[in-house]
């Protein structure tokens, strides 16, 4: 892997934790000191995609993807992005059974597709958007992201510990790797 590649698979990887983590933005509602509710926000990166966690999880699939390349990594990153994908199928359902006709208006102006509803006019940001992502909740993800990044070493050092035991004889998988 060259030194530009693993620079752009980790600027994709860190991008992709603001869009994954847009619901720290109601703390009290992540700690469930608050009962989580369905918002209906049309700021800040819904402005992008009205679904950041999909997004999020697309680029941070990829991104490993790109860096371990496994058969074991490609499946583990469809069945993320899928679940996420069913997330955004599910959530509009849950979205338009709890705000109706709101909600309509909210999707007739926002996408899923990053940027989509901005380069087809449905969107327009303001001249001082920066300020939307401009929050608390944000230095917190990129300060955790950068943790997280200094201690992958750490990590791969503690997994390397660990044994692989592979298939176990006897198991329910043997009829699909033992003919």
């Given at each position: 892997?060259?030194?530009?590649?693993?620079?752009?698979?980790r600027?994709?990887?860190?991008?992709?934790f603001?869009?994954?983590?847009?619901?720290?933005f109601n703390?009290?509602?992540?700690?469930a000191?608050?009962?989580?509710?369905?918002h209906l926000?049309?700021t800040?990166?819904i402005r992008?995609t009205?679904?950041p966690?999909?997004?999020g999880?697309?680029?941070?699939?990829?991104?490993?993807l790109?860096?371990?390349?496994?058969?074991?990594?490609?499946l583990?990153?469809?069945?993320?992005?899928?679940h996420?994908?069913?997330?955004c199928?599910n959530?509009d359902?849950?979205?338009?059974?709890?705000?109706?006709?709101?909600?309509?208006?909210?999707?007739?102006?926002?996408s899923?597709i990053?940027f989509?509803?901005?380069?087809?006019?449905?969107q327009?940001?303001p001249a001082d958007?920066?300020?939307e992502?401009?929050?608390?909740?944000y230095?917190?993800?990129?300060?955790?992201?950068?943790?997280?990044?200094?201690?992958?070493?750490?990590?791969?050092?503690g997994?390397?510990?660990?044994?692989?035991t592979g298939l176990?004889?006897g198991?329910i998988l043997?009829p699909?790797?033992?003919?």
């Amino acid at each position: 892997m060259t030194p530009l590649f693993m620079c752009v698979v980790r600027l994709v990887n860190f991008a992709s934790f603001f869009f994954l983590y847009p619901s720290v933005f109601n703390l009290k509602e992540v700690a469930a000191v608050e009962k989580p509710r369905l918002h209906l926000w049309e700021t800040g990166i819904i402005r992008i995609t009205r679904h950041p966690q999909m997004v999020g999880q697309v680029m941070w699939s990829a991104a490993h993807l790109a860096m371990v390349g496994s058969s074991f990594t490609a499946l583990t990153m469809v069945l993320l992005v899928g679940h996420h994908l069913f997330a955004c199928w599910n959530g509009d359902r849950r979205l338009l059974k709890e705000h109706g006709d709101a909600f309509l208006a909210v999707k007739e102006r926002t996408s899923i597709i990053p940027f989509a509803a901005i380069l087809e006019g449905r969107q327009v940001l303001p001249a001082d958007y920066y300020k939307e992502l401009i929050r608390a909740p944000y230095v917190l993800i990129a300060v955790g992201t950068m943790g997280a990044y200094l201690a992958h070493p750490y990590m791969q050092a503690g997994a390397a510990l660990v044994r692989n035991t592979g298939l176990v004889p006897g198991g329910i998988l043997d009829p699909l790797f033992h003919h």
